[in-house]
């Protein structure tokens, strides 16, 4: 299916472009396919920067957000991610995101990368002595 592709202005035009991206994402490198998925990836990064109406949240609330709308739980993370120890530190803000989780989660949710790449604080914990 060759189809010529211009910006996205609609929900329409943005479900076409994911649909013919899912279609050729396996195309092999250098193809006429291959141009098109990174053509589609362009077109459908800037449609969603600008049709997101994300909250200015940091970015684990920003994700435990997402993870209810797609009723997904820390183990579906973890089974993606391969570590549950390490996804409940970073839910629990005791460790913070590493680039592999932000690119993983960003196509896992649905969250443009630089939502979850935001600065946010850590829990401290406190040491006992004695």
Same mark, same amino acid.
């Given at each position: 299916?060759? =189809?010529?592709?211009?910006?996205?202005?609609?929900?329409? @035009? !943005?479900?076409?472009?994911?649909?013919? !991206?899912?279609? #050729?994402?396996? *195309?092999?490198?250098?193809?006429?396919?291959?141009?098109?998925?990174?053509?589609? %990836?362009?077109?459908? *990064?800037?449609?969603?920067?600008?049709?997101?109406?994300?909250?200015?949240?940091?970015?684990?609330?920003?994700?435990?957000?997402?993870?209810?709308?797609?009723?997904?739980?820390?183990?579906? $993370?973890?089974?993606? !991610?391969? @570590?549950?120890? =390490?996804?409940?530190?970073? $839910?629990?803000?005791?460790?913070? $995101?590493?680039?592999?989780?932000?690119? $993983?989660?960003?196509?896992?949710?649905? %969250?443009? #990368?630089? !939502?979850?790449?935001?600065?946010?604080?850590?829990?401290?914990? =406190?040491?006992? =002595?004695?």
């Amino acid at each position: 299916m060759k =189809t010529h592709w211009y910006l996205i202005e609609s929900e329409a @035009d !943005y479900n076409l472009a994911i649909k013919r !991206y899912e279609e #050729i994402k396996q *195309s092999r490198s250098g193809s006429e396919e291959h141009k098109e998925k990174m053509l589609l %990836v362009h077109l459908i *990064s800037g449609y969603e920067k600008e049709s997101m109406d994300l909250p200015d949240l940091d970015p684990i609330e920003l994700i435990k957000i997402r993870m209810d709308d797609l009723n997904l739980k820390p183990v579906d $993370l973890a089974k993606e !991610y391969g @570590d549950k120890g =390490t996804i409940s530190k970073v $839910l629990n803000y005791k460790q913070a $995101l590493s680039i592999n989780m932000i690119r $993983l989660f960003s196509k896992m949710l649905n %969250v443009p #990368i630089e !939502y979850l790449a935001k600065e946010y604080d850590l829990k401290r914990q =406190t040491l006992i =002595t004695g």
